[in-house]
């Protein structure tokens, strides 16, 4: 079946750091690929989306690019704030929305 | 627009005993879902919903049952909980099953089962 991979956290940054959090995914077919963010006590808010192939999304200084050749999905932003604490989730919807296990990323100041 | 609200936002339970979940969502979305989310395991969808009145199983299904009797709300109910029922809960709504579409989030469930 469909699932997704994301790297393990948690991971721990210096404020203006650059972000990468590497996601890869098995699907059949041609699945939109979603980046989720949770901050503490909340529910998860959509950060960023793809749909086709090659697509980047992009959000708040975060983009992550399509890689069909790739299977991934990466995570990547310049520079990182203490306000960007958070768990991320990569998630695939291919008429299922699957979601990887989420990534805790703490910026230090 | 509240979005999607669920009650309550904390519950203790002991063993055996029973509740319901309640999750309402105000933009007329057609799906709805319910989600178990543990530590290291992502989320897990419990059951969902297509429409009012139709309910199916998801990956964790056993141990809850639901019902949409109205479309803006959806229902969880544990019948006898189990301390391995001890999770975050949370709904979710969306407009119809196309691949496109995101998934918008209650604010969750804090459950701890006794």
């Known amino acids: 079946g469909d699932s997704v991979t994301q790297m393990e956290g948690p991971v721990t940054l210096s404020e203006e750091a650059f972000l990468t959090i590497n996601c890869t995914y098995t699907?059949?077919?041609?699945?939109?690929l979603f980046w989720y963010v949770q901050y503490p006590g909340e529910g998860l808010q959509l950060l960023l989306k793809?749909?086709?192939?090659?697509d980047k999304g992009s959000n708040k200084g975060f983009e992550a690019t399509y890689r069909k050749e790739t299977t991934s999905f990466h995570l990547e932003k310049g520079s990182v704030q203490v306000s960007d604490s958070a768990v991320y989730f990569c998630a695939l919807n291919n008429n299922d929305m699957r979601f990887g296990a989420g990534t805790r990323l703490t910026v230090k100041p | 627009n509240a979005g999607v609200t669920q009650t309550p936002k904390f519950r203790v339970l002991k063993t055996g005993q029973s509740m319901t979940l309640l999750c309402a969502q105000d933009?007329?979305?057609?799906?709805m879902y319910w989600y178990r989310q543990d530590p290291g395991m992502g989320l897990r969808l419990i059951h969902y919903s297509v429409g009012e009145g139709t309910t199916a199983k998801g990956e964790v299904p056993d141990g809850y049952n639901v019902s949409r009797l109205k479309k803006q709300n959806f229902l969880l109910g544990l019948e006898s909980a189990a301390p391995s029922q001890t999770s975050v809960y949370f709904c979710?709504?969306?407009?119809?099953?196309?691949?496109?579409?995101?998934?918008?989030f209650g604010p969750g469930t804090r459950l701890t089962v006794l």
């Open positions: 979710a709504s969306t407009t119809n099953g196309g691949t496109y579409n995101e998934q918008f």
């Open positions: 933009m007329n979305h057609e799906y």
């Open positions: 699907a059949t077919g041609y699945p939109s």
């Open positions: 793809a749909t086709k192939a090659d």
